[in-house]
């Protein structure tokens, strides 16, 4: 795993933008993704979502995001190259990935999109789920919420919102990316181990 964290770096960002990358599946949970943001930017109509991805759960969004109210400010641009996924990424300030536990057991590792996301100085807010916890630290570099928690996801999109200054958090988030991820230098120790081992 890991980032290139020099193709993924932050870019000038686009105040009050979100964005949400992966498949429309259970362990996502996009549902409760647009739920909560519909709830958290209900006095911020300057906030948009952009979703990239596609999935079974992808027109039950569509119609949710209608339901709700906020189709004007949610933008369900479907599966997308990765080079576009990163070009997202660079201008983005706020990085939503609810995870969960589905049903059948399905679960996250660490997701890669999230590290890309840290990489490219996004805020993330997301879940004490599987391995994010060793990437987002809550209140440093991002925010977490237990798994269905939509109350605390609606109030941690919103802490966010409310900051005066998102320039801290945002670079604790590259620095994160650049002290854990860099697949660099991830490459480079599995190297030692091997040239050790021979």
Do not use: M
Not at 36 to 54: C, K, M, N, Q, Y
Not at 63 to 82: K, N, S, W
Not at 96 to 113: C, F, K, V, Y
Request: net charge negative; charged share 25%.
């Amino acid at each position: 795993s890991g980032v290139d964290v020099r193709r993924f770096a932050p870019s000038q960002k686009v105040r009050d933008s979100f964005l949400a990358v992966g498949r429309f599946v259970e362990k996502k949970a996009p549902q409760v993704t647009i739920r909560t943001f519909a709830h958290a930017v209900a006095d911020r109509p300057s906030a948009r979502l952009e979703f990239i991805g596609d999935g079974p759960l992808l027109e039950t969004c569509r119609e949710l995001a209608a339901e709700l109210g906020v189709a004007g400010q949610i933008t369900f641009r479907g599966q997308a190259p990765h080079e576009d996924v990163r070009k997202a990424l660079q201008t983005t300030e706020v990085f939503l990935q609810h995870s969960i536990s589905a049903a059948d057991g399905n679960t996250e590792g660490l997701p890669t999109a999230i590290q890309e996301a840290l990489a490219c100085g996004c805020i993330t807010v997301s879940t004490y789920h599987a391995g994010i916890p060793e990437a987002v630290e809550h209140g440093v570099n991002g925010y977490l919420v237990e798994e269905w928690d939509e109350t605390g996801f609606a109030e941690a999109i919103r802490t966010v919102l409310h900051l005066d200054d998102r320039g801290p958090i945002a670079a604790a988030a590259r620095a994160t990316a650049e002290a854990k991820f860099d697949n660099a230098k991830g490459l480079a120790r599995v190297e030692e181990v091997i040239r050790a081992a021979l």
